[in-house]
């Protein structure tokens, strides 16, 4: 898959996206790559993972089947600016865009939640 680069989004701070197959990557206000193959277990039924930024926003995202990293918005923070979904067809993963001012993101495995009233 191609690389997205920040200076292709303007008036963004930060973008998220994956990789090749094994990574996931942020740049721009913050810049890292993460190896989310690594943080899970051997014997680990989950596919998907989380990843978190200082504005609130959390993120869903795994590798499916067609070799696309997918995205999927839990939470929506104050920067968070918008979710441009990959293509197979151009050889692109979901992007993630936010603007400026982001000051640190973490990724995991697992979380909670509080429960939803309805029933």
Known sequence: MNK???KDYTQS??????HSDDIIFVEGD???EFYPGKLMLEDSKCECMHIAFSDGTLLRFCYDEDGVWRFTV???G???AEKIEGCIEINTNDVVVFLPGIKWC???SMGTKIASNKE
């Open 74 to 76: 839990q939470f929506r």
């Open 13 to 18: 701070g930060l973008i998220v996206s994956g």
């Open 78 to 80: 104050a920067l968070f």
């Open 30 to 32: 913050l810049n890292a």
């Open 4 to 6: 997205p680069k920040v």
């Open 106 to 108: 973490i990724l995991g």
